[in-house]
C-alpha cells in the first residue's frame, strides 16, 4: 500500500492552534475517489476518529469532541488533507494520523503519524 506522510504537529500551549498536513507522493493513484479522515492516538488508549470529509471535500463530520474547534479540508489537486486545530487543549495531545474513512478502505497504510503536544 501507499504510505500517507503526515506533518504539522508539535508543542503548544493550551489555547493555540496547528494545521496539520497529510500527502503522499511516489506513485500515481486514484486519490479523489475515497472519503479521508484524520485520527489520533493518545498513550495508552485506542485510536480514534476525530474528523472526515467526503471525496468531493464538500461533507464533513467530526467527532463531538473537536467540533466547532477543528477543520478538515482537503486539496485533490496535491492529493493532500488538512486538519487545522484550533483551541486546543490538553485532552488533544496524541499522534495524528490521516487515511481512508473508514481506514484501510483504499490503498495507504499508516503512517508515522505527527505528535501533537498541548500544554496547560
Known amino acids: 500500500q501507499v504510505q500517507l506522510v503526515e506533518s504539522g504537529g508539535g508543542l503548544v500551549q493550551a489555547g493555540g492552534s496547528l494545521r496539520l498536513s497529510c500527502a503522499a507522493s511516489g506513485r500515481t493513484y486514484s486519490y479523489s475517489n475515497y472519503a479521508m479522515g484524520w485520527f489520533r492516538q493518545a498513550p495508552g488508549k485506542e485510536r480514534e476518529f476525530v474528523a472526515a470529509?467526503?471525496?468531493?471535500?464538500?461533507?464533513?463530520w467530526y467527532a463531538d469532541s473537536v467540533k466547532g474547534r477543528f477543520t478538515i479540508s482537503r486539496d485533490n489537486t496535491k492529493k493532500a488533507v488538512y486538519l487545522q486545530m484550533n483551541s486546543l487543549n490538553a485532552e488533544d495531545t496524541a499522534v495524528y494520523y490521516c487515511n481512508t474513512n473508514p481506514p484501510n478502505s483504499g490503498p495507504y497504510s499508516w503512517g508515522q503519524g505527527t505528535q501533537v503536544t498541548v500544554s496547560s
Open positions: 470529509t467526503s471525496w468531493g471535500g464538500d461533507y464533513t
